[in-house]
């Protein structure tokens, strides 16, 4: 959380605050880079509030594409790459070298070793603006926020409206004594039943949440071993912990439930296959086996992770991002953003993930519509996840699944561009 910032007239010509309406809250604002343009603006919703130039990296050093936030902030740091080359008004934004930071060269043109360099004044005043966790996204061309409303994101339940009793009929009662408790006696109410009372978070103003952040992308692997794990636990095959590894207990429930089923598997010579995934499954009464996942993290840290399914599974879904920028709990709304990345798939990472059709990137929100309509979530997920949102959320949705990048300390990196 930060103060209104009110901004001095001594920045670079190159820097400019262009809307004098901060936000009051830093969990809102969202920065984005372009690399085309060698420029950075600061979102607050729709509305820049701040821009800059910036110098990303040159050739051979070249700042990654993709979604990140900031991980950590340090006024003075010194570079662990680069002969302790000093980096002022650092934010990390991964643990691998990329930064936001201060420098006395900022020429408009690629130039650092794949940081994003920016203006001493400009570099100073953003820090004073950000929190960890902020979204960066780092663009090859020039991209904006834009509202979208789609019934697959997420927003708050809006409380049950409480019932008037006005037809009641009710019958005082004097007291016998002083200090006798006085009682009211209401006509026969059973054939109406009581409301009951509205939890205490729908009476009384809470504190704001800390925002969570979301992936959804397709299964991996791990995702389907800890599923078979699971359900083979619950049918009574000891499988192990679901951790994702195959490791003997795992094997060997897996070879003792394919033995008691020898038709279903009469020539799957795979260990896991998506065959053992169906009939694991069905076995348990789970019908359809999702292909895709959740994860949740809030502070950089994973709260859970839930399957979903996602329809026409050889079409791309491609790379978008969305945030959350305001809630309002009482109608039980939430106005969210969104931005789609460029993010062109090589022959054989759709070979690996079973795409056969790559749509095309272009930014514009009929992508995002087509891949939110394309996404099926389990209403208890949904539940839990509504329950969890605050301002400043936000939700990735991509093909590539967790990148190198992401990991402990991180919320989700995705990566367009290397």
Not at 7 to 12: A, E, I, S, T, Y
Not at 232 to 257: E, W, Y
Not at 327 to 337: F, H, M, P, R, Y
Request: aromatic residues 6%.
């Amino acid at each position: 959380m930060f103060s209104r910032l009110v901004f001095g007239l001594g920045l670079l010509s190159a820097t400019a605050l262009v809307h004098p309406a901060l936000a009051a809250d830093a969990r809102t604002l969202q920065i984005i880079v372009s690399k085309d343009r060698q420029s950075l603006a600061v979102y607050d919703g729709t509305e820049v509030v701040a821009t800059s130039k910036v110098s990303t990296g040159k050739d051979g050093h070249t700042t990654p594409s993709g979604i990140f936030s900031v991980l950590e902030k340090q006024k003075y740091h010194e570079s662990n790459l680069y002969s302790a080359a000093p980096m002022p008004f650092m934010q990390r934004l991964t643990w691998s070298g990329i930064a936001l930071h201060e420098s006395n060269s900022v020429p408009r043109y690629p130039a650092s070793h794949g940081c994003v360099r920016m203006p001493g004044a400009f570099a100073k005043m953003l820090y004073g603006m950000t929190e960890p966790g902020i979204p960066v996204i780092i663009s090859d061309g020039e991209v904006a926020p834009q509202p979208i409303d789609h019934p697959t994101l997420f927003h708050p339940e809006a409380p049950a409206p409480m019932l008037l009793l006005s037809d009641v009929e009710l019958r005082p009662s004097m007291p016998d004594s002083p200090g006798t408790p006085v009682q009211v006696a209401m006509n026969d109410t059973a054939a109406m039943p009581m409301p009951a009372a509205p939890p205490l978070a729908a009476r009384e103003p809470q504190p704001p949440s800390e925002p969570i952040s979301m992936l959804i992308t397709r299964r991996t692997l791990r995702e389907t071993i800890i599923d078979i794990q699971t359900l083979l636990n619950r049918l009574g095959f000891s499988a192990g912990d679901p951790d994702g590894l195959l490791g003997p207990s795992t094997v060997q429930a897996i070879k003792t439930f394919k033995t008691l089923r020898p038709a279903e598997f009469a020539g799957d010579r795979s260990l896991v296959s998506d065959a053992l995934l169906r009939e694991v499954y069905a076995a348990a009464g789970k019908g359809e086996p999702p292909n895709s996942v959740i994860m949740v993290r809030r502070a950089f840290k994973p709260i859970f992770e839930a399957p979903v399914t996602i329809a026409d599974p050889g079409l791309a879904l491609g790379t978008h991002f969305f945030t959350l920028h305001a809630v309002d709990e009482t109608a039980g709304t939430a106005d969210w953003l969104g931005i789609t990345l460029e993010n062109n798939l090589a022959r054989e990472t759709m070979k690996r993930l079973g795409i056969t059709n790559q749509e095309s990137s272009i930014v514009t929100g009929r992508p995002i519509a087509r891949s939110l309509t394309r996404i099926t979530i389990p209403e208890e997920t949904r539940r839990r996840i509504d329950a969890l949102i605050a301002p400043g959320s936000t939700l990735t949705i991509s093909d590539t699944g967790l990148g190198r990048e992401t990991g402990e300390g991180t919320d989700f990196i995705t990566i367009t561009r290397g």
